[in-house]
C-alpha cells in the first residue's frame, strides 16, 4: 500500500524556517518524481515545488523561489522542504504527492496539473504570524 506522510508543520514568527518531511512507502522512492503542493485556507491547492527522480532537478514556483529547498534522501524514502523566510502568505495544509509516472516535469512555474498526481498525503499544517 502506497502511502505518503507529512511531518514537520508548525507554528512560525515571519521570517522564521521549518523543514517539512515526507515519509514515503510501499512503493520503489528513488524512481518517482515527487512534489510538495499546499492550500492555503479557503483556497484552491497550489503546486510550490518539484524534484525528479533521475537527476536530482529541482523547479519551484517564483512565490518560493529563493525561499524554499526541495530535495530528497532516496535511502531513506523521505522527501523534504526546507522553507526560510517564512510569510504569512506561506501559511497552508503543505501536502507531499506522487507525480503520475507518465508525466514529464517541465520546469518553473510549470508544475503538473493536480489530476496529474497519483497519490497524495493527508499534509501538514504550516501557520505564519505576522
Known amino acids: 500500500e502506497v502511502q505518503l506522510v507529512e511531518s514537520g508543520g508548525g507554528v512560525v514568527l515571519s521570517g522564521g524556517s521549518l523543514r517539512l518531511s515526507c515519509a514515503a512507502s510501499?512503493?520503489?522512492?528513488?524512481?518517482?518524481?515527487m512534489s510538495w503542493i499546499r492550500q492555503p485556507p479557503g483556497k484552491g491547492p497550489e503546486w510550490v515545488s518539484s524534484?525528479?527522480?533521475?537527476?536530482?532537478?529541482?523547479y519551484y514556483s517564483d512565490s518560493v523561489k529563493g525561499r524554499f529547498t526541495i530535495s530528497r534522501d532516496n535511502l531513506r524514502s523521505t522527501l523534504y522542504l526546507t522553507m526560510n523566510n517564512l510569510e504569512p502568505e506561506d501559511t497552508a495544509l503543505y501536502h507531499c504527492?506522487?507525480?503520475?509516472?507518465?508525466?514529464?516535469?517541465?520546469?518553473?512555474?510549470?508544475?503538473?496539473?493536480?489530476?496529474?498526481?497519483?497519490?497524495w498525503g493527508q499534509g501538514t499544517q504550516v501557520n505564519v504570524s505576522s
Open positions: 504527492a506522487r507525480v503520475d509516472p507518465g508525466v514529464e516535469l517541465e520546469g518553473d512555474n510549470r508544475g503538473p496539473r493536480l489530476d496529474e498526481y497519483d497519490y
Open positions: 510501499g512503493f520503489p522512492f528513488s524512481v518517482y518524481d
Open positions: 524534484i525528479k527522480a533521475r537527476d536530482g532537478t529541482r
